[in-house]
């Protein structure tokens, strides 16, 4: 015997997968905007690093590197891989 849904709850089931679509991609544009902020404000801490340390070319290059390698260790760490 098959089960079929009346006309009301296909009707709820679409309104309920909307709504939990709606909620994550509202989920998923504020975590991107939080990032983005984040990243801002770490970048705006090694400009001044780096200013304040009158940090050379070559210094300064250094410096993103590390920070590149750090920040990868660290996703990678969060996903759980090590």
């Known amino acids: 015997m098959h089960m079929y849904k009346t006309v009301g709850q296909e009707m709820k089931s679409k309104a309920d997968n909307d709504t939990r679509n709606w909620m994550l991609n509202k989920a998923r544009t504020e975590a991107n905007a939080d990032a983005a902020i984040k990243f801002s404000c770490w970048l705006d801490s090694l400009i001044r690093h780096a200013t304040t340390e009158q940090l050379n070319r070559i ?3 250094e ?20």
């Open 59 to 61: 210094e300064i290059i």
């Open 63 to 82: 410096l993103l590197t590390q920070e590149s390698i750090h920040l990868h260790n660290t996703g990678l760490r969060n996903r759980g891989v090590n």
